[in-house]
């Protein structure tokens, strides 16, 4: 029994752990489907003033800034006795206990496309701007302060804003907005490298020096490159590891000259954030994936767009998970059925393409860029900060949509059929919509490559067969020859697997 009691005690404090620790301030937790703040005393009062102020509930009532509500002792009694919040360390009854809005799933930088990371820049210095008039200041300027809800960026660390010092005239997260936002944008975009394979590896972003190493002779020398890498690399070598005057406070005499001042770095910033925007218009392998071709006939595309609409019409999900959504055509369809759809794809810039359609028609689709077959881990200390894509996404849908994917994670991610279907009826509680191709289907052949062989038991019926382990058949639609959607309904001793 204690050491089951102890068992229990290590759980809760890695839960409690896994939501928050970095912020002195206060510690974000996550008790079922509530997301509870409870914040020092010494800063409660500070952001129930924040809360009230008119920028406050202009970004909340815009959607730009996550609803917050502080909860009362009296009212909501049970809850502050709760395990969860009684055994954090130096809780006591000072401490004030504030409730946010939950973003139905969560993402992080390196699962966004370009487009996205540009997008919670703007929010940033929005924000920042802003809240200027109110005397206040946003402490840190890191990506992770961001949830996306559908296309939507939402600020969501309420603890990063506190009262600005009128005679102080610097942004002290300058440089982490440099680092996180403007360096990955700016390697991505003049060096093609994906925000994934950057932000993964460097969590708190990248160093000018690190930038400097990539870029040639005259390109260092470019009014871009100088301004954020060549002259801060150029600077940092020049000063002394022991100098500890560049950590000490500049305080003028004259506040309104520090705040001139400190709105000119923050129009320098959004100067430098407008250059490295994402090129508009950027074309991908997949990007004409709805245009008929040589693999795709116009028959073909229009019978699975009808075929499609009406297996989501029946089904009616609330939440739909796109697996390789290519450029959000039947995502786009899902969304304007009613549904809010997670749309997936390892292609960035069809991924980027979804988000600016999304934003543009105010479509509930959070698109990220995420390939099912190696999908996002766990990141962060102890593997607990930022969970891994599946954690995230086991069992929160009610129906998974894998049109033209199935083939590709068998050919080209050589996955067993059976460990696919297992994987879909982990992700989804009710519903699968799946397109199978057969061997002999053109594009098939084309990802085979001479490998057919390795093929010759995959058909209609073998895919059925596979299937009746976890997932009961409603129906199937015969798209072409080579190509079938079946609408399957998940099998009821299967609810939680």
């Known amino acids: 029994m204690a050491s089951s009691k102890a068992a229990e005690t290590i759980s809760r404090n890695r839960a409690q752990a896994s939501a928050s620790f970095r912020d002195p301030s206060g510690r974000l937790l996550l008790l079922e489907d509530r997301v509870l703040r409870l914040v020092n005393s010494d800063r409660a009062t500070e952001l129930q003033t924040f809360l009230a102020t008119r920028v406050?509930?202009?970004?909340?009532?815009?959607?730009?800034?996550?609803?917050?509500?502080?909860?009362?002792?009296?009212?909501?009694?049970?809850?502050?006795?709760?395990?969860e919040i009684v055994d954090l360390p130096n809780s006591h009854e000072e401490q004030v206990l504030v409730e946010h809005e939950r973003i139905a799933v969560r993402s992080f930088p390196y699962e966004w496309p370009p487009e996205m990371l540009y997008a919670a820049g703007v929010l940033t210095l929005d924000l920042a701007e802003a809240t200027l008039s109110e005397s206040y200041l946003i402490k840190d300027a890191?990506?992770?302060?961001?949830?996306?809800?559908?296309?939507?960026?939402v600020f969501v660390d309420l603890l990063s804003f506190e009262r600005r010092d009128?005679?102080?005239?610097?942004?002290?997260?300058?440089?982490?907005?440099?680092?996180?936002?403007?360096l990955p944008l700016l390697v991505n975009k003049y060096y093609g490298l994906r925000l994934d394979q950057l932000l993964t590896v460097n969590r708190d972003g990248l160093e000018p020096s690190q930038v400097a190493r990539l870029a040639g002779p005259l390109r260092k020398l470019s009014p871009l490159f100088l301004s954020m890498v060549s002259i801060p690399t150029w600077l940092n070598k020049k000063q002394p590891l022991d100098d500890e005057s560049i950590y000490q406070p500049k305080r003028l005499s004259d506040p309104q000259r520090a705040r001139f001042i400190l709105e000119q770095q923050l129009k320098r910033l959004r100067r430098q954030l407008a250059k490295v925007e994402p090129v508009a218009g950027g074309t991908s392998d997949w990007s004409d994936y709805m245009t008929p071709n040589k693999f795709f006939s116009a028959e073909y595309l229009q019978t699975k767009e009808r075929c499609v609409a009406g297996m989501?019409?029946?089904?009616?999900?609330?939440?739909?998970?796109?697996?390789?959504?290519?450029?959000?055509y039947f995502s786009a369809l899902a969304a304007r059925n009613g549904a809010s759809v997670?749309?997936?794809?390892?292609?960035?810039?069809?991924?980027?393409?979804?988000?600016?359609?999304?934003?543009?028609?105010?479509?509930?689709?959070?698109?990220?860029?995420?390939?099912?077959?190696?999908?996002?881990?766990?990141?962060?200390?102890?593997?607990?900060?930022?969970?891994?894509?599946?954690?995230?996404?086991?069992?929160?849908?009610?129906?998974?949509?894998?049109?033209?994917?199935?083939?590709?994670?068998?050919?080209?991610?050589?996955?067993?059929?059976?460990?696919?279907?297992?994987?879909?009826a982990e992700l989804t509680s009710k519903n699968?919509?799946?397109?199978?191709?057969?061997?002999?289907?053109?594009?098939?052949?084309?990802?085979?490559?001479?490998?057919?062989?390795?093929?010759?038991?995959?058909?209609?019926?073998?895919?059925?067969?596979?299937?009746?382990?976890?997932?009961?058949?409603?129906?199937?639609?015969?798209?072409?020859q080579t190509r079938s959607l079946y609408l399957l309904n998940k099998r009821s001793g299967h609810a939680d697997a």
């Open 312 to 328: 989501l019409a029946e089904t009616r999900p609330q939440r739909l998970l796109d697996v390789g959504c290519n450029t959000g």
């Open 432 to 480: 699968l919509i799946i397109e199978f191709v057969a061997p002999e289907d053109p594009m098939f052949r084309h990802l085979v490559r001479g490998r057919a062989d390795l093929f010759t038991g995959l058909t209609r019926e073998t895919f059925e067969l596979a299937a009746a382990r976890w997932f009961e058949p409603v129906r199937v639609e015969h798209l072409n």
């Open 56 to 83: 406050a509930r202009d970004f909340t009532s815009a959607g730009r800034l996550v609803k917050t509500k502080v909860l009362d002792r009296a009212t909501d009694a049970a809850l502050f006795q709760r395990p």
């Open 166 to 182: 009128p005679n102080d005239p610097t942004w002290l997260p300058f440089n982490q907005f440099v680092q996180t936002i403007l």
């Open 142 to 153: 890191t990506p992770y302060n961001i949830l996306f809800s559908g296309w939507r960026p």
């Open 342 to 424: 997670v749309a997936i794809d390892q292609d960035p810039g069809v991924v980027g393409t979804v988000w600016k359609r999304a934003a543009a028609d105010d479509l509930d689709i959070l698109p990220l860029v995420v390939n099912l077959a190696r999908p996002t881990p766990a990141f962060g200390w102890r593997n607990e900060e930022c969970p891994s894509f599946l954690d995230r996404s086991r069992g929160r849908f009610d129906a998974v949509l894998m049109l033209a994917v199935l083939h590709h994670m068998l050919v080209m991610e050589q996955i067993p059929l059976s460990a696919i279907l297992e994987l879909a």
